[in-house]
């Protein structure tokens, strides 16, 4: 099946690359909606000896790789996140208003492609190799797609640049434990040989990747830029999932292949650079005023409550007995920040088409004349500011117990987020919502207008918003033996 999933994608994006416009959209939705549903059918039929889906076959007598395969219960999280955003992205540009042409749907499709392949690798060189071609497409629709064309040069470079550097470190690193472990597979590459001086080199050398792809303070000087003017979709895509794979790479391909380095200096270094960043990007977020660079900020500062669960975790398992909690929240969180994120850039795409501006203070007044957006767009920021009952609330209530449990100052000093982001979010609200009206009756009422399938992706992303958030325990039942199996490979070394 998983092999009908990799055709299915990469036939759908060629596909629409050598088509025309309307039925690149088509194909696109077709595709995407088909990825979903698929997924959601093998998830219902349960798991074989712990897998959902699987292919392994020979790839090469040059070096010990295969092409390796599989889905658990945290892999298919990530890849049903991945189908919702990549749907909601291509419904979003479902209107005849829509300027996208058929290679932007191409271009989804072949992002979505990379990204299930790094949810699904089970070896080194594969892992690589799919987090490199998730890196061209997203590349390319910053920088075609953008609304900043004088400075899509600019941004387009600088992420290029720090992704493509990123990513050679983290080869290297790999090569390195490859050395010692004599095969790209995971099971090889956990049983190596590294000594406490090799494992801290494979740590930041893998590890700077994926500090640069969340990013993580001080890696994150692409981000806001890059955020800020890409399309809406290149936003959303980069934000919602892209990020996820750093999530993901450090609880598959770092914890347990260099416990030791996580166990020492190394794990607490990276706690303290991610506490900086919870509180770094949540002051600027407070006194920005373009909406989009606004929330690129709140996503920084909450990717870093992510890494500090994780590592808080990962360390008090090292040095005192398994402790899953940091990780069981970063995951929750993760797959809630997919969702919030999304939601809320899908908004401010919205504000900025309806007001030809990306600042706030020029946004007044429209719930006044719409008050169904007004509502949805109330309900995802209640899930960013993990308010009790939302999709944000049971991770960000993991996450900073895990963080208390490692270090009560730096405890304390994670919890800031819930006051800031409560003030940055609220201030978004009221000055986008509440006050005059920016756009006086007989303004530009073609656009003022919320298009329907503007308000299906919000609907459905503030669906989600409360679903998880009264029942997370359909998330938790579905990683928590993924998880499990993750630590007690850790603690084995």
């Given at each position: 099946?998983?092999?009908?999933?990799?055709?299915?994608?990469?036939?759908g994006?060629?596909?629409?690359?050598?088509?025309?416009?309307?039925?690149?959209?088509?194909?696109?939705?077709?595709?995407?909606?088909?990825?979903?549903?698929?997924?959601?059918?093998v998830?219902?039929?349960?798991?074989?000896?712990?897998?959902?889906?699987?292919?392994?076959?020979?790839?090469?007598?040059?070096?010990?790789?295969?092409?390796?395969?599989?889905?658990?219960?945290?892999?298919?999280?990530?890849?049903?996140?991945?189908?919702?955003?990549?749907?909601?992205?291509?419904?979003?540009?479902?209107?005849?208003?829509?300027?996208?042409?058929?290679?932007?749907?191409?271009?989804?499709?072949?992002?979505?492609?990379?990204?299930?392949?790094?949810?699904?690798?089970?070896?080194?060189?594969?892992?690589y190799?799919?987090?490199?071609?998730?890196?061209?497409?997203?590349?390319?629709i910053?920088?075609?797609?953008?609304s900043e064309?004088?400075?899509?040069?600019?941004?387009?470079?600088?992420?290029?640049?720090?992704?493509?550097?990123?990513?050679?470190?983290?080869?290297?690193?790999?090569?390195?434990?490859?050395?010692?472990?004599?095969?790209?597979s995971?099971?090889?590459?956990?049983?190596?040989?590294?000594?406490?001086?090799?494992?801290?080199?494979?740590?930041?050398?893998?590890?700077?990747?994926?500090?640069?792809?969340?990013?993580?303070?001080?890696?994150?000087?692409?981000?806001?830029?890059?955020?800020?003017?890409?399309?809406?979709?290149?936003?959303?895509?980069?934000?919602?999932?892209?990020?996820?794979?750093?999530?993901?790479?450090?609880?598959?391909?770092?914890?347990?292949?260099?416990?030791?380095?996580?166990?020492?200096?190394?794990?607490?270094?990276v706690?303290?650079?991610?506490?900086?960043?919870?509180?770094?990007?949540?002051?600027?977020?407070?006194?920005?005023?373009?909406?989009?660079?606004?929330?690129?900020?709140?996503?920084?500062?909450?990717?870093?409550?992510?890494?500090?669960?994780?590592?808080?975790?990962?360390?008090?398992?090292?040095?005192?007995?398994?402790?899953?909690?940091?990780?069981?929240?970063?995951?929750?969180q993760?797959?809630?920040?997919?969702?919030?994120?999304?939601g809320?850039?899908?908004?401010?795409?919205?504000?900025?088409?309806?007001?030809?501006?990306?600042?706030i203070?020029?946004?007044?007044?429209?719930?006044?004349?719409?008050?169904?957006?007004?509502?949805?767009?109330?309900?995802?920021l209640?899930?960013?500011?993990?308010?009790?009952?939302?999709?944000?609330?049971?991770?960000?209530?993991?996450?900073?117990?895990?963080?208390?449990?490692?270090?009560?100052?730096?405890?304390?000093?994670?919890?800031?987020?819930?006051?800031?982001?409560?003030?940055?979010?609220l201030?978004?609200y009221?000055?986008?919502?509440?006050?005059?009206?920016?756009?006086?009756?007989?303004?530009?009422?073609?656009?003022?207008?919320?298009?329907?399938?503007?308000?299906?992706?919000?609907?459905?992303?503030?669906?989600?918003?409360?679903?998880?958030?009264?029942?997370?325990?359909?998330?938790?039942?579905?990683?928590?033996?993924?998880i499990?199996?993750?630590?007690?490979?850790?603690?084995?070394?």
């Open positions: 099946m998983l092999e009908l999933i990799f055709i299915l994608i990469l036939a994006a060629l596909l629409c690359f050598a088509t025309s416009k309307e039925v690149a959209k088509l194909v696109s939705l077709i595709t995407t909606g088909a990825l979903f549903i698929i997924l959601l059918y998830l219902g039929n349960g798991s074989d000896k712990g897998g959902y889906l699987a292919f392994n076959y020979p790839f090469t007598q040059l070096f010990k790789s295969r092409i390796n395969f599989s889905a658990d219960g945290l892999s298919m999280l990530m890849l049903i996140l991945t189908a919702l955003i990549g749907f909601c992205t291509v419904i979003y540009y479902f209107n005849k208003n829509s300027n996208k042409d058929h290679t932007f749907y191409g271009l989804v499709l072949l992002m979505l492609f990379g990204l299930i392949g790094v949810f699904t690798a089970h070896d080194g060189f594969f892992f190799l799919f987090w490199e071609i998730t890196l061209i497409p997203i590349w390319l910053a920088g075609i797609y953008s064309r004088k400075k899509r040069f600019e941004f387009t470079t600088r992420f290029f640049v720090y992704t493509f550097v990123g990513s050679l470190f983290m080869l290297g690193g790999l090569l390195y434990a490859y050395q010692y472990s004599g095969d790209f995971l099971p090889a590459l956990y049983h190596n040989n590294l000594n406490e001086i090799q494992q801290n080199v494979v740590f930041w050398l893998v590890f700077i990747a994926f500090a640069v792809k969340l990013p993580l303070f001080p890696f994150h000087s692409w981000q806001p830029d890059t955020y800020t003017y890409s399309p809406t979709g290149g936003t959303v895509l980069l934000s919602g999932v892209m990020l996820k794979m750093a999530v993901y790479g450090i609880l598959r391909y770092l914890l347990p292949i260099v416990p030791i380095a996580v166990k020492g200096i190394s794990g607490d270094i706690i303290i650079l991610a506490v900086i960043g919870i509180i770094y990007g949540a002051l600027i977020a407070i006194v920005k005023y373009d909406i989009k660079r606004i929330f690129a900020y709140s996503s920084f500062s909450h990717v870093g409550l992510m890494v500090a669960g994780i590592f808080s975790a990962a360390i008090i398992s090292l040095r005192h007995g398994i402790f899953m909690e940091g990780a069981l929240g970063a995951i929750l993760a797959f809630a920040h997919g969702i919030t994120i999304s809320l850039f899908f908004a401010a795409g919205h504000l900025i088409r309806i007001h030809q501006d990306r600042n203070g020029n946004m007044g007044g429209v719930a006044r004349y719409q008050p169904v957006f007004s509502v949805l767009f109330f309900i995802i209640l899930g960013s500011m993990a308010v009790p009952l939302t999709n944000g609330f049971p991770g960000e209530f993991l996450l900073l117990k895990s963080v208390w449990e490692y270090n009560s100052l730096m405890g304390v000093l994670a919890g800031l987020t819930v006051i800031l982001s409560a003030v940055y979010m201030r978004v009221v000055k986008t919502m509440f006050g005059e009206p920016t756009i006086q009756d007989g303004d530009n009422l073609n656009l003022v207008q919320s298009h329907n399938n503007e308000l299906f992706v919000l609907g459905l992303l503030a669906l989600g918003v409360l679903v998880f958030g009264l029942f997370p325990n359909a998330i938790l039942n579905l990683i928590e033996a993924p499990t199996e993750i630590f007690k490979t850790m603690l084995r070394k």
